[in-house]
T-cell receptor
C-alpha cells in the first residue's frame, strides 16, 4: 500500500457536466501530481502542486484545474466534460518537494463520460 | 517528446521463463523508472536507474540503461503468474519539466501457470 487514497473509485458523468476527483496523500507529502490514463495508453501528466500552488502543467486545457490543501489532500476539477475525458485519473504524491524522484500513486478514479 | 516507448506491446510466457521488456526514449534524462500496473489500477514503483548507472538489480528484476542508444530494458527472471500486469517505463523530467514523469504505452505481460 502506498498510503495514497482516491475517491470515488468509479464515476459516470454526462458530457458538459463538471466533476471533482479527490486524493489524500500521506502526511508530509507536500507535492502532488495528477495524471490521465486513457484506455490502452500510458499515464499523461496533467499538473503538479507544491505547497498548495500549481507548479507545472502538461498539455491540458484550462478546464482542468486543481487544488492542494494544507492537510495533504488535493482535488482535480474538470469542467465542461467531453467524451475524451473518459479515463483513469491517478494522483501521485511525494515527500521532499518537486525534485524528489520517487512518488507514490493512488489506485485511481475511473471516469466515464457519456 | 520525452515519452518512453515500450516494446513489445504484449508478451505471453510460461511460468518459470524470463520476460524481457524494452523501452526507448527521445531526450536526455536524469533517471528512468519502471512501474507495474495491475488491471488498470494504481501504478507501483519497481525500480529507478539513474543516467550514470548501467545496470541495477532488485530481487528478480534487472534493469539496464544505455544512454547512448536512449534505451532501457527490464528483465523479470523466473516469472510467476502473479507477475501478470502492464509494465511501463517512465522518464523523469528535469529543468522546466522537473518532477514530471513521461510514460510510454506499456507492455502487457501475461504469465501462464
Amino acid at each position: 500500500e502506498t498510503g495514497v487514497t482516491q475517491s470515488p473509485t468509479h464515476l459516470i458523468k454526462t458530457r458538459g457536466q463538471q466533476v471533482t476527483l479527490r486524493c489524500s496523500s500521506q502526511s508530509g507529502h507536500n507535492t502532488v501530481s495528477w495524471y490521465q490514463q486513457a484506455l490502452g495508453q500510458g499515464p499523461q501528466f496533467i499538473f503538479q502542486y507544491y505547497r498548495e500552488e500549481e507548479n507545472g502543467r502538461g498539455n491540458f486545457p484550462p478546464r482542468f484545474s486543481g487544488l492542494q490543501f494544507p492537510n495533504y489532500s488535493s482535488e482535480l476539477n474538470v469542467n465542461a466534460l467531453e467524451l475524451d475525458d473518459s479515463a483513469l485519473y491517478l494522483c501521485a504524491s511525494k515527500l521532499g518537494g518537486i525534485s524528489q524522484e520517487t512518488q507514490y500513486f493512488g489506485p485511481g478514479t475511473r471516469l466515464l463520460v457519456l | 517528446s520525452q515519452q518512453g516507448e515500450e516494446d513489445p506491446q504484449a508478451l505471453s510466457i510460461q511460468e518459470g521463463e524470463n520476460a524481457t521488456m524494452n523501452c526507448s526514449y527521445k531526450t536526455s534524462i536524469n533517471n528512468l523508472q519502471w512501474y507495474r500496473q495491475n488491471s488498470g489500477r494504481g501504478l507501483v514503483h519497481l525500480i529507478l536507474i539513474r543516467s550514470n548507472e548501467r545496470e541495477k538489480h532488485s530481487g528478480r528484476l534487472r534493469v539496464t540503461l544505455d544512454t547512448s542508444k536512449k534505451s532501457s530494458s527490464l528483465l523479470i527472471t523466473a516469472s510467476r503468474a502473479a507477475d501478470t500486469a502492464s509494465y511501463f517505463c517512465a522518464t523523469w523530467g528535469g529543468g522546466s519539466t522537473l518532477g514530471r514523469l513521461y510514460f510510454g504505452r506499456g507492455t502487457q505481460l501475461t504469465v501462464w501457470p
